[in-house]
């Protein structure tokens, strides 16, 4: 692997567009950055995931394996987990489970409607008003390491019975619209990658939405009005949808899709600020090269990058005004506002 060194206040510059922005170069010591300590040292492929604000750090690869000079590992439960107090950025608890993702961690813990669904799915959206859950059961890993899914069971909660299943070629994601009304499916099958739109009150599909890229969607996020989706296409840039019309938007050349803001290295993660003003992205090169990007969403344009670690970024979560990200020598805590003084 090659060797990295991080200095504090080192500028670096990248062409986007027409414009020129810097590249904030920072390392652990710099005064708005901080590591979750108690982690196992080394490298892991740790994933951060949040539900209803509890914070999840997850070893992806098993049980605290140390993945340096490793290559070709799949997925293997049990999961090494530790709870972190966002507030206190402490450890609180350290555990092993056969789930991923923070729903089903949080619902085999805790006593809630949905809690059962973790016996058979590894995520899923809920609806609690209509007691209908739009769920995810594992098919296989593909070869980015990621789970696969063939489609979208939707479960009433309450009876535990199905009443559909969406069918697809595999599902990259799902999200449920704020009101309710809509479900969005990312799909990849072979040479498709396209976004279904299904009512969630006929449980039909009332809109597909392509789009040109060998980079599957993984993560998908509503503003709280639900005006807009924003989606992370692995590996390639972004893509925002207007909700309204369900149609995407363009930011920069009608070409460009997904928006790739200039980046040289692989977007793999991807979280909305509190405020709504910024949308964060994780970078990395291979299993290197660490960074996180903000992306200014009035302005449409990048305005800053860190250089968090020598080792890559795998996923980003924002809890209120502290920005979390995962890379594989463990988990970073930015402080937003400060870090937006330093544009």
Not at 320 to 342: E, H, N, Q, S
Request: net charge negative; aromatic share 12%; proline share 5%.
């Amino acid at each position: 692997m090659r060797s990295w060194i991080g200095l504090l206040g080192l500028s670096l510059t990248i062409m986007v567009a027409v414009s020129w922005v810097t590249l904030q170069t920072t390392n652990q010591n710099a005064s708005f950055v901080r590591k979750i300590g108690g982690l196992p040292t080394g490298q892991y492929w740790w994933f951060v995931d949040v539900y209803q604000n509890q914070l999840f750090i997850v070893d992806v690869y098993g049980n605290k394996v140390d993945i340096t000079d490793k290559i070709d590992l799949d997925p293997t439960p049990p999961f090494y987990v530790a709870r972190v107090n966002p507030d206190t950025e402490q450890l609180v608890e350290e555990f092993t489970t056969k789930q991923l993702r923070a729903v089903a961690i949080s619902a085999e813990r805790e006593q809630r409607p949905d809690s059962w669904l973790a016996q058979d799915y590894d995520y899923w959206v809920y609806d609690s008003q209509s007691n209908t859950a739009y769920a995810l059961k594992p098919v296989r890993w593909d070869e980015w390491g990621e789970e696969r899914y063939t489609g979208v069971h939707v479960i009433d909660v309450q009876t535990r019975q199905q009443k559909k299943f969406l069918e697809a070629p595999y599902v990259g994601a799902i999200a449920l619209h704020p009101n309710r009304g809509k479900l969005y499916v990312a799909v990849v099958g072979g040479e498709t990658r396209e976004i279904r739109i299904f009512s969630t009150t006929t449980l039909q599909l009332v809109k597909t939405l392509p789009y040109k890229s060998d980079g599957p969607i993984w993560d998908m996020k509503f503003t709280r009005d639900g005006s807009r989706l924003f989606c992370c296409v692995y590996g390639r840039g972004i893509l925002v949808i207007d909700t309204l019309s369900d149609q995407f938007e363009v930011w920069k050349k009608p070409s460009e899709m997904p928006i790739n803001f200039g980046f040289p290295t692989e977007i793999v993660s991807m979280v909305l600020s509190s405020d709504e003003k910024e949308i964060y992205l994780a970078l990395r090169e291979g299993e290197e090269k660490g960074r996180v990007a903000a992306i200014d969403i009035a302005q449409k344009k990048l305005v800053r990058v860190l250089e968090l670690s020598p080792t890559g970024c795998t996923s980003v979560v924002v809890i209120g005004d502290k920005l979390f990200a995962a890379c594989l020598d463990g988990v970073y805590v930015i402080d937003i506002p400060a870090w937006r003084k330093k544009q």
